[in-house]
């Protein structure tokens, strides 16, 4: 019930194009759903995060899509680029544990 | 610049040799982890310290050992690597022990035991 189910484990997308990352949950206490990026020789870095008081969540070309009903949460890059090649991981989270539980991450690369 | 900073970034070593990644930050966090990461599992914490001499167990501590004796210093130990250790190491800190922060990560340490 605390996993974190992450797919596709990677994706081709051409440039340009849109690139989607899902994420489905169990544990219902989860309140807090941050995504990840992670660029070659780098440690991860938080990139956008959603609560479930709301449905999406949008920073310039980042978007995260959530469905509290499927417990599934998304993450959807418009106009992908090339400089967006990277592993791309989700989480969620409680208030009251301040344990992150990580999907597997998935290897996103976008062609020219 | 505010920073995690992992030494060293690529370490080879051979099986039973005690070792130790240094792990330092300079934002004044309270919040410490540390991470491993394996193809296809992510990222399984290994230990956290929510601030001096409070530390815990994560997801997967057997073999690895940690302390927190100052603020900005966490660093992790090995005191009989093997080759299952072999992995590529982060650690993370946060302003709080709550997660809404963010963590900050480091550059990572790539640790090989043969």
């Known amino acids: 019930q605390q996993q974190v189910k992450q797919s596709p484990q990677s994706l081709i997308v051409q440039k340009g194009g849109i690139s989607i990352i899902n994420c489905a949950y169990e544990?219902?206490?989860?309140?807090?759903f941050p995504w990840y990026q992670q660029f070659p020789g780098k440690g991860p870095a938080l990139l956008i995060a959603?609560?479930?008081d709301v449905s999406e969540k949008k920073e310039g070309r980042f978007t995260i899509s959530f469905n509290k009903s499927a417990k599934q949460f998304s993450l959807h890059i418009m106009d992908s680029q090339p400089g967006d090649s990277a592993t791309y991981f989700c989480?969620?989270?409680?208030?009251?544990?301040?344990?992150?539980?990580w999907g597997a991450g998935t290897k996103l690369i976008i062609k020219p | 610049e505010a920073q995690v900073t992992q030494n060293p970034r690529y370490l080879i070593t051979v099986t039973g040799k005690k070792l130790t990644v240094t792990c330092s930050q300079n934002?004044?966090?309270?919040?410490m982890s540390w991470y491993r990461q394996d193809p296809g599992l992510g990222l399984r914490q290994i230990y956290y310290?929510?601030?001096?001499?409070?530390?815990d167990k994560g997801d997967v501590p057997e073999g690895y050992k940690v302390s927190r004796k100052e603020k900005r210093n966490f660093p992790l130990i090995l005191e009989s690597p093997s080759p299952n250790q072999t992995s590529l190491y982060f650690c993370?800190?946060?302003?709080?022990?709550?997660?809404?922060?963010?963590?900050?990560f480091g550059s990572g340490t790539r640790l090989t035991v043969v």
């Open positions: 993370a800190s946060s302003l709080t022990q709550g997660v809404n922060y963010g963590y900050t």
């Open positions: 989480a969620a989270s409680m208030d009251s544990n301040y344990q992150l539980i």
């Open positions: 310290s929510m601030n001096v001499e409070v530390t």
């Open positions: 959603i609560r479930p």
């Open positions: 934002m004044n966090h309270e919040y």
């Open positions: 544990n219902t206490a989860f309140d807090y």
